[in-house]
Nanobody, 123 residues
Framework: QVRLSESGGDSVQSGGSLRLSCVGS????????MAWFRQAPGKEREGVAT???????TYADSVKGRFTISLDNAKSTLYLEIHNLKPEDTAMYYC?????????????????WGQGTQVTVSP
């Protein structure tokens, strides 16, 4: 069983920065795809960024240039650095892992999820 736990969410002003963390048994999955998703109230869960075991990353168009996904294997921690936050970034942010298989910003591909961390951005 894979357990994931996010942290780092906060209430910030527009233009601010945050670093979200996701701790879990990530290193056990050799051909993994890891991702960050977000879900705003009344909206569908949206893929934000993926990181494949090859090191390849993908980002949603809405966050390119502002979000960076990375992994610290030694700490078994996945990060999402967010800069120049905007009110439309307000959402619950979730990390997810797919132990093997191709990588994409599609929530249905990921069997394991954390409980989420809230990011709120005020104008």
């Amino acid at each position: 069983q894979v357990r994931l736990s996010e942290s780092g969410g906060d209430s910030v002003q527009s233009g601010g920065s945050l670093r979200l963390s996701c701790v879990g048994s990530l290193h056990e999955h050799i051909r993994y795809c890891m991702a960050w998703f977000r879900q705003a109230p009344g909206k569908e869960r949206e893929g934000v960024a993926t990181l494949q075991h090859t090191g390849d990353t993908t980002y949603a168009d809405s966050v390119k240039g502002r979000f960076t996904i990375s992994l610290d294997n030694a700490k078994s921690t996945l990060y999402l650095e967010i800069h120049n936050l905007k009110p439309e970034d307000t959402a619950m942010y979730y990390c997810a892992i797919r132990p093997q298989g191709w990588c994409a910003l599609v929530a249905g591909l990921f069997p394991y999820w954390g409980q989420g961390t809230q990011v709120t951005v005020s104008p």
